[in-house]
């Protein structure tokens, strides 16, 4: 079996995406995603030492994300007692519109249709491993980011046939490594 | 020659077509002269069929952007961290 290195530089580049949409889908939080980010990281740190290499190192650092996603839960849950209920549906100003903030989720969309979503996003970013740096950036700025061609072109300094190329590359790799894992799904 | 090219494009062509309509970027005449190479071109029809798929599976993944500055700041920490 391989030995697994850990390399905490790299972590950033290699981990983040992965990590925050991991994290993000279970916080719903953007801030608070981002310090149980910093804080796995730095626990990361600390307990470097203790990685033995059996698991890879993303493995690792999710099972140290796992334990600061269930702390932060429990800190919510003793919060509870606390908590405080709002009712300002009697204000005048706004009354009638409670029943458009009251509306509740989608019916059609279960719990295992965002789970099923959940999953499949951190396949596509497993899939994204795949792909030269360059490519990863470029293709996540293009399709996640939503940042048009111009602007990226001039940021890495290429022309649009070039970026055009990049795109096929990282798409062509993306839908086989998917069509292994994902499309017979579908 | 270069008529005939611009009429009937190579799969080359027609892949970048393809990738460009999935980012709603391929002009009309693009889309036109994918379609006219995917009648009759096996392997690009299943191209487009994939790539097609990836964005459906993109869109319905949800992906969110983790932020830049975020990045930037986790990976100053660590350095800090090492360095001590």
């Known amino acids: 079996m391989s030995i697994n290195k850990i390399d905490p530089t790299k972590w950033v580049d290699k981990y983040s995406d992965y990590l925050f949409n991991y994290t993000i889908a279970r916080v719903n939080d953007r801030e608070l995603a981002n310090d149980i980010i910093s804080e796995t990281f730095l626990a990361g740190l600390k307990s470097m030492k203790n990685f033995k290499g059996e698991a890879s190192e993303r493995t690792w650092l999710i099972s140290i994300l796992k334990r600061k996603i269930i702390d932060q839960y429990r800190k919510v849950n003793s919060n509870k007692g606390r908590a405080e209920v709002k009712i300002n549906y009697k204000e005048d100003s706004n009354e009638g519109d409670w029943l458009e903030e009251q509306a509740p989720d989608r019916f059609d969309k279960t719990a295992e249709d965002i789970m099923e979503n959940e999953e499949l996003g951190l396949a596509i970013l497993n899939c994204m491993e795949n792909l030269t740096k360059k490519q990863a950036k470029i293709f996540k700025m293009k399709t996640i980011d939503d940042v048009d061609t111009d602007t990226i072109c001039n940021e890495f300094n290429i022309t649009p046939s070039n970026l055009w190329v990049i795109i096929h590359r990282a798409r062509t790799t993306l839908a086989q490594c998917l069509e292994k894992n994902w499309f017979q799904n579908e | ?84």
């Open chain 2, 1 to 84: 020659m270069n008529k005939k090219r611009s009429l009937l494009p190579d799969c080359a062509e027609a892949g970048y077509c393809c990738d460009k309509k999935q980012y709603d970027e391929a002009s009309f005449l693009e889309k036109i002269k994918m379609l006219l190479h995917l009648a009759i071109c096996k392997p690009c029809r299943k191209y487009a069929s994939n790539n097609t798929k990836l964005t459906k599976l993109i869109e319905k993944s949800n992906l969110k952007p983790c932020p830049e500055e975020e990045k930037k700041m986790w990976k100053e920490t660590i350095e800090k961290e090492i360095s001590k």
